[in-house]
């Protein structure tokens, strides 16, 4: 989790919200203490974690191969 004042924060909010698509979290301080956190919306969450228990499921029934699965697991975690 990284953090970032109000300033810069305020400066960097594009960066901030790519970070938080990737799936990380960011803390917002003022003065050095926390005031926020932006974190990943919990509807994405729910959608990436349907997503990937479809994937399974098509690999256990032979509809995707390994390759496809690893490629789906691998933009889950950008």
């Known amino acids: 989790m990284r953090e970032y004042g ?6 960097k909010l594009p960066d901030l919200i790519k970070q938080v698509q990737r799936g990380e979290r960011v803390t917002i301080t003022n003065r050095g203490e926390p ?3 932006l974190v990943p919306s919990a509807s994405r ?3 990436q974690t349907m997503e990937a228990i479809e994937a ?5 029934t032979g ?3 390994q390759a496809q699965f690893v ?3 691998q933009r889950g975690r950008r």
């Open 71 to 73: 490629e789906m697991r």
């Open 45 to 47: 969450v729910a959608q």
């Open 63 to 65: 509809t995707i191969n």
């Open 6 to 11: 109000v300033y810069e924060a305020k400066t």
């Open 35 to 37: 005031v926020a956190d």
């Open 56 to 60: 399974i499921k098509a690999m256990r």
